[in-house]
């Protein structure tokens, strides 16, 4: 199962998912899982088809130079489960536990943890401008020095969030913790709105 796409450019993508990476080169899909770990991919993130990140659930993330895979071990036992960066030395991973990983460019620091929630995606417009997500309804925002909890109104678990700039950004996920029914929440840059959602399974990731 595919569990998440980055697209650089029209013959640069790439699409992860369970134990194999794949990369699209403008004519066809390829396996580029010569990696030194077997790990269950769950997210994809890059800045060129040299410098490229795959979050793996237990061990940390892969990092692809354009010719070799290197691991980098996270220094957390919690799962992971998704994936952003700004710069090639900004790159955050979520995970169980309300755990987030920084990365500055040598090594993975835990900023944040703990709680009895966990976070599932991740994602930002800018390094002082990023987004966590998770279960009962978690959002934590990072403004460039701490992350602060963000009520929305819901309980319901939250899968993606992605956004177009800072007061258009999006969340998906389940409407109630034993609900399939799906949920879409909208940051105004103010506050967390639900928005009308006519699915009715749960959504698990966007982008637009």
Known sequence: MVRDVWVWSRD??????????????????????????????VSVWGFGPDDVWVVELL????????ASWTLAWSGTLEDLSGGWGAAPD???????????????????????GGAVGHLRGVWGFRPDDVWAVGTAGTTLHWDG???????????????????????????????????????????????WAAESCVHARELSDMWG
């Open 145 to 191: 020095t701490a992350w602060t909890a963000v009520p929305t109104g819901t309980t319901g678990p939250l899968a993606a969030v992605w956004g177009s700039s800072p007061t258009e950004v999006w969340a998906v996920g389940a409407a109630g913790f034993t609900s399939d029914h799906g949920l879409i929440l909208h940051w105004n840059g103010t506050a």
């Open 90 to 112: 900004d790159v955050w991973a979520v995970g169980d536990s309300d755990t987030i990983l920084h990365w500055d460019g040598r090594s993975w620091t835990v900023t944040h």
């Open 12 to 41: 640069e993508a790439w699409a992860v998912g369970d134990d194999a990476a794949y990369r699209w080169d403008g004519a066809t899909w390829r396996t580029a899982r010569s990696a030194p770990d077997p790990g269950y991919f």
């Open 59 to 66: 061990d940390g993330a892969l990092h692809w130079d354009g």
